[in-house]
Structures are given as C-alpha cells and as structure tokens.
C-alpha cells in the first residue's frame, strides 16, 4: 500500500523558517518525481514544487522560487521541503503527492497533509 | 501563471450529467496533452479522477470522462451520485515546467 506521510508543519513566525518532511512507502520511491502542493484554508490547490527520480532537476513556482528548497533523499524514502524567509500568504496544507508518471504530473497518490501557518 | 479557469459551482440531479470545463492558454492546456482532473472531499486529500486528458485510473468509476479542444478541457460525469458531490481541480503542465490548477469547482448534487 502507498503511503505518504508529511511532518514538520506549525506555527512560525513571519520571516523564519521550517523544514517538512514527506516519508514515502509501499513502491520504489527513487524511481517516482514527488512533489509539494499546498492549499490555504478555504482556497484551492497551489503547486508549489517538484524534484525528479534522481534529485538532479528542481522545479518551482514564481511564488516560493529563491525562498524555498526541495531536495530528496532516496536513501531514506523521504521528500523535503526548506521552507524559508515565510510570508503570512505561505499558510496552508502543504501536501506531498508521488507523480504517476513523468516529471510533475498527474499526482495518483497524496499525504494527509501537514499544516504551516505563518503568523506573529 | 495564471490560475486555469474553471466555474465556481456547478449542480445537478441524480442520475443527470453535469461537465466542468478548465480554461487555460497555448502554453498550458492548449499545448499538451497533460492535463488532469482531481476529487476533493472536504477535509480531505485530492484524489487523481482523469489524467492525460482522458485517461481513468484503475478504480475510478467510468461515469467519469474527460475531453479537451483547444485551450480548454472538460470533465464530464454521467449518473451523478451523492457521494460525487465535492470540489473538482483541474491542472495542467505549462511550458514553464510547473503545474497550474484550476480554482476549483463545487460539484452540489441536489
């Protein structure tokens, strides 16, 4: 059975930092891209980020690009996410979801999600 | 990126048909043929519907389908049912090598 299992989300405050954390199970994650997709509360799915089978190639989005970091370490099963320099507008469910085939879509397994909320 | 376009609501009776249509540009959903769709319940996580336009996943029921022309796709589901009442995304790959989803649609199921 595949799982995904987020960590690492809380209460930061703006301009800080956190790191989540993705721990994968139940098929050969060094061979799947993974990716970050994060939902404000009320709001609708935003992609946020997505790194390759191999770790080599990274992807953002304009809205986190130079203040967060994906990386992988297949070694462990486990998709990070360097979150810095946190804004209010960052809060959200951030969800890991496995990519069925190809570099950034379609997500056919998601977490249960981790929630960050950036606040004072 | 701007957000692809999807209407806000859409209902129907059971046993009826509805479709939800995903606007987006000649650099998303006009161009590949990656194009997704995605079930969420509230409190839950996404759930993969359609993808490659038109592909179903095993277990997803074939009341689902899902079509596109042009700059825009459409998902369509036949027979509604009460439990198919919950948000809808689409999401397309872009040329910039990122995904876009759409803003979502609620599906009610009078």
Partial sequence: ?120 | QSALTQPASVSGSPGQSITISCTGTSSDVGRYDYVSWYQQHPGKAPKLMIHNVSNRPSGVSNRFSGSKSGNTASLTISGLQAEDEADYYCGSFTSSYTLVFGGGTKLTVL
């Avoid at chain 1, 509360?41 to 994906?70: E, M």
């Avoid at chain 1, 809060?91 to 999600?113: L, N, S």
Wanted: hydrophobic share 35%.
């Fill in chain 1, 1 to 120: 059975e595949v799982q995904l299992v987020e960590s690492g989300g809380g209460l930061v405050q703006p301009g800080g930092s956190l790191r989540l954390s993705c721990e994968a199970s139940g098929f050969t994650f060094s061979s799947h891209a993974v990716s970050w997709v994060r939902q404000a509360p009320g709001k609708g799915l935003d992609w946020v980020s997505a790194i390759s089978d191999s770790g080599v190639n990274t992807y953002y989005a304009d809205s986190v690009k130079g203040r967060f970091i994906i990386s992988r370490d297949n070694s462990k099963n486990t998709l990070f996410l360097q979150m810095n320099s946190l804004r209010a507008e960052d809060t959200a469910v951030y969800y890991c979801a496995k990519v069925r085939e190809g570099i950034i879509d379609p997500y056919d397994y998601w977490g249960q999600g981790t929630l960050v909320t950036v606040s004072s």
